[in-house]
C-alpha cells in the first residue's frame, strides 16, 4: 500500500499576512477557500514540491509558531542568497558535530559537502520555523 504526505498543517494568526508571506517566497498557490466567516483554507506548494501546506481559520487548533518543518534544497548558498532576496531572515549555514555522542552546531557548511548534513534556518511570521536542509545526492531507495 502506498502512502504520500500530501499536507503540512501551518497554524497562522493572520491568513492575509501569512499568505503574502508564503506568496514573497514564490509558492504556488494552489487554493484559497473562504466557507464562512470561521473557516478560510489557504492551499499552496513549494517550488519542485509534491508536498503542499495549508492554514487558515477553523484548520487547527495548534498554537501559531509551533510548526516546525524541513524543506530540502540542493543548493544551500543558492537557496539562502534567494530567500535573502526576498527579505528573509535566514540563518547563517551551519553543520551537526558530534562530542561523546552530544549533537552540538558548528558554523558553516558540512566541510566534506556531504548530503544531509548542511542546514540553515528561517521562520515565518507567526515562529513556524523551516529548517533548509541540503541534499545531493539521496541515499538509496529515497
Not at 558535530?97 to 540553515?120: I, N
Request: hydrophobic share 35%.
Amino acid at each position: 500500500m502506498s502512502m504520500r504526505l500530501e499536507v503540512a498543517v501551518i497554524p497562522v494568526t493572520d491568513v492575509s499576512r501569512a499568505l503574502h508571506f508564503y506568496r514573497s517566497l514564490g509558492w504556488r498557490l494552489d487554493a484559497d477557500f473562504e466557507a464562512s466567516p470561521r473557516f478560510r483554507l489557504v492551499q499552496l506548494t513549494p517550488p519542485g514540491s509534491e508536498c503542499s501546506i495549508h492554514f487558515g481559520r477553523g484548520i487547527t487548533p495548534a498554537a501559531p509558531g509551533s510548526a516546525h518543518n524541513y524543506l530540502v534544497v540542493s543548493d544551500m548558498e543558492q537557496a539562502c542568497a534567494d530567500l535573502i532576496s526576498r527579505g528573509v531572515e535566514v540563518s547563517e549555514i551551519y553543520h551537526n558535530v558530534y562530542d561523546a555522542g552530544v549533537q552540538d552546531q558548528a558554523d558553516g557548511p558540512d566541510p566534506e559537502g556531504r548530503s544531509y548534513a548542511s542546514y540553515a534556518s528561517f521562520s515565518d511570521p507567526d515562529g513556524n520555523g523551516w529548517v533548509l536542509q541540503e541534499v545531493q545526492v539521496r541515499l538509496p531507495g529515497r
